[in-house]
């Protein structure tokens, strides 16, 4: 299996390149953020739980996430690969992953690390705000959201580096210039 972890700031890139990476190499995407946006839409127990939290622009607990994201791992074990947008987000579930990845006999490929200087990530998602309709893209929840990305996501970001599985590629481009870098990194590992 190709198994890809894309990270990265809020706004980086992370959904727009995972949507290319999905036609190009047929792996199942999971973007945690979409699949708490549909709990809330459908009023579930964990969408109750993760709405006001992801207005405040702070992460839902790790027991919920990890849960949620063995369901849909094991429901997909047929698939070429998955491509894990959003998640893990701490080493607590990074950790999770490599296990729950383990007993169906496979591991994270790489995980990609999507750059973007502050004041373009603010930028584009105050931009995209207009339209999305997310609870979360204000200038005051996108501030929350960057202070905990630095807390509590760089560390995962080290994680990978210390089994040398984390790739950097610069998305200050256009989207095709970044998935070109992107390409480059995927293949390889293949
Ligand atoms: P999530 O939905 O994952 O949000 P995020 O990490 O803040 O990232 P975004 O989805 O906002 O941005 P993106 O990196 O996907 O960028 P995009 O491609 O859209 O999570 C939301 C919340 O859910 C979290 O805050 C947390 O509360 C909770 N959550 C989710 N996962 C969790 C977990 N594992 N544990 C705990 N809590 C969790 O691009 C952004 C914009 O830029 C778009 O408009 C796009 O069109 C544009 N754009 C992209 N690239 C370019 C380019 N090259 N040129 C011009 N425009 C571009
Ligand atoms: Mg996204």
């Known amino acids: ?20 990476i999905v036609e190009h190499y047929g792996l199942y995407h999971i973007s945690t953020g979409d699949m708490l946006r549909a709990e809330i839409k459908a009023g579930t127990t964990n969408g109750k739980i993760a709405e006001s939290l992801i207005a405040d622009g702070k992460l839902v607990p790790d027991e919920m996430m990890i ?21 893990p987000r ?9 296990e729950m990845l383990g007993k169906i006999g496979t591991s994270v490929t790489c995980m990609l690390c999507m750059e973007v200087e502050h004041d373009l990530l603010v ?19 996108i501030q ?5 990305f630095n807390a509590q996501t ?12 984390c790739h950097t590629a610069s998305n200050n481009t256009t989207v095709d210039e970044c998935f070109a870098q992107v390409k480059r990194i995927i293949d390889s590992t293949l």
């Open 144 to 148: 929350k959201r960057l202070d905990v």
């Open 154 to 165: 760089m560390p995962v970001i080290d994680y990978y580096k210390k089994s040398n599985r």
């Open 90 to 98: 701490t080493v607590a579930q990074a950790e999770a992953l490599d």
């Open 67 to 87: 849960a949620m994201l063995r369901d849909t791992v094991v429901a997909h074990t047929d698939a070429k690969g998955f491509i894990f947008d959003g998640f």
């Open 1 to 20: 299996m190709l198994n890809i972890v894309i990270s990265g700031a809020p706004g980086s890139g992370k959904g727009t390149q995972s949507d290319i």
């Open 123 to 141: 930028e584009r998602l105050l931009n995209r705000g207009k339209t999305s309709g997310r609870a979360d893209d204000n200038l005051e929840t």
